[in-house]
């Protein structure tokens, strides 16, 4: 099979260089390997251009629109691998990433994505933990995450993480990042709007803990600063889960997910009981959080209310 790997990347060069370094090592090759880097960021293209072009089977793409989603779509709209192999500029894959990645297509033709733990740095602290749930989703619409810490066999899974992830370019050929996801960065949730679909269509993703990629994770140049709380940061990463839910989930799951998102959320995504909890020991931050997240709840809803109506005037103009 021939084997893509998309590295979408933005003013993280340093970073960016230890992710290619990691990539010459792979015991399989990559095939071919995908930059996509913004048209203004001088820093990475200045990097790139030094590079050894015997090194690896480099193309760079070039975008201008900010956010992952663009970055992605912009990759996979020229890759030329039957499987497209997914990490963030600030990972390391192992030498045997794209090896046991390749194993799991190759054994199940009804595999459409593929995925496995991302070992998350903080500086020099290594997250430690074990979890044997892994992306998983609830049937009230509680999304579990997990990929960091992800022990045990492969297993087939409802999410994948974007930083060690891969898809069947068959699967996702017609489908596509959703262009509807907020930020002008990461985009947040951004895969669980994919998977959902990818499942949904009767496609398989497993996740393989043994699949492993270090992710040092790396300073963000846009409003989500990661652990600073930002108002609009927060109401995006709301409002991309929950339009990625109220999608794909069942009208009786959808009521179930408004009640349980209303009333109590998750620590990334406010309800009531979460301000309740934490209002005595964060104040006035903890009624923005709640009011954040709140709006990013209705402003999902009113998108995804409004999607017939606007896909009816769409074709009014064909």
């Known amino acids: 099979m021939m084997i893509s790997v998309l590295i979408p990347t933005y003013r993280r060069s340093q970073d960016l260089a ?12 990559a095939d071919e390997v995908l930059v996509v880097v ?20 480099l193309r760079t793409v070039k975008v201008s629109v900010p956010g992952v989603v663009a970055a992605m779509n912009a990759g996979v709209d020229v ?9 963030d500029d600030d990972a390391a894959p192992h030498a045997d990433w794209l090896e046991r990645i390749e194993a799991h297509y ?35 619409g509680r999304a579990i995450g997990n990929h960091h810490l992800g022990v045990g066999n492969a297993r087939e899974v409802d999410i994948l993480k974007g930083v060690n992830s891969s898809y069947r370019r068959s699967a996702i050929a017609h489908i596509r990042f959703d262009e509807r996801m907020r930020g002008t960065g990461a985009q947040v949730h951004h895969e669980l709007m994919l998977c959902l679909t990818l499942k949904r269509a009767g496609w398989k993703l497993i996740y393989d803990p043994a699949i492993v990629v270090d992710h040092y994770l790396g300073q963000r140049f846009d409003e989500d600063r990661r ?22 989930l069942s009208p009786i799951r959808r009521i179930a997910f408004a009640i349980w998102a209303l009333l109590v959320g998750t620590r990334d995504a ?3 009981v979460q301000l309740l909890r934490f209002l005595p020991s964060q104040g006035k931050l903890a009624w923005q959080k ?12 009113l998108t995804w209310s409004n999607r017939d109506r606007s896909s009816e005037v769409w074709a009014q103009h064909l």
């Open 290 to 301: 709640w009011l954040a997240s709140m709006h990013g709840r209705w402003q999902a809803w």
């Open 38 to 57: 913004r048209d203004s960021d001088t820093e990475t293209w200045q990097l790139l251009a030094g590079l050894d072009p015997h090194a690896l089977p």
């Open 106 to 140: 190759l054994a199940d033709e009804k595999v459409g994505g593929v995925g496995g733990r991302d070992r998350m740095h903080y500086g020099v602290q290594l997250v430690e933990g074990q979890s044997h749930i892994v992306g998983r989703l609830q049937w009230f």
């Open 270 to 272: 406010w309800g009531l």
């Open 79 to 87: 890759a030329k691998g039957e499987i497209i192999a997914i990490t």
């Open 227 to 248: 652990n600073q709380f930002n108002a609009i940061a927060f109401s995006n990463m709301t409002y991309n889960e929950t339009l990625s839910l109220l999608e794909h």
């Open 18 to 29: 230890r992710c290619l370094v990691a990539l010459q090592q792979q015991a399989r090759p």
